[in-house]
C-alpha cells in the first residue's frame, strides 16, 4: 500500500459507509392524515402470525410430517456420527 501501486489506490478511493440506524420515527395524527394513506395500511396487521414458532410450524405442516420426521432422523444420525470416535 506504501508503494502507491494498484492496492494502494483501491483503498484510497474506498468511502466510508454510514451503517448506523435510522430513528424509529413516530408520525403523530396529522402527519398520517396529510400522507393520505389507506386506512389499512396505518394499522398493523394483527391477520399474520408472528414468531419464529409460527415460521416452524407453517413449514413443517407443509412439507408433511413424513418429510419432517426423515429430516430430523437424519439430523440425529449426523450428530451420532459426529460425537461416536473413530477407530
Given at each position: 500500500m506504501n508503494s502507491?501501486?494498484?492496492i494502494g489506490s483501491l483503498s484510497s478511493?474506498?468511502?466510508n459507509?454510514?451503517?448506523e440506524r435510522a430513528p424509529n420515527l413516530v408520525l403523530d395524527?396529522?402527519?398520517l392524515q396529510e400522507l393520505k394513506l389507506p386506512e389499512d395500511e396505518?394499522?398493523?396487521d394483527t391477520s399474520r402470525q408472528t414468531g419464529d414458532w409460527?415460521?416452524?410450524s407453517y413449514y413443517f405442516q407443509h412439507i408433511g410430517w413424513p418429510l419432517l420426521?426423515?429430516?430430523l432422523a437424519?439430523?440425529?444420525v449426523f450428530v451420532i456420527g459426529m460425537i461416536t470416535p473413530r477407530t
Open positions: 502507491g501501486g494498484y478511493t474506498a468511502t459507509i454510514d451503517t395524527e396529522e402527519t396505518i394499522l398493523d409460527s415460521v416452524y420426521g426423515l429430516f437424519s439430523c440425529i
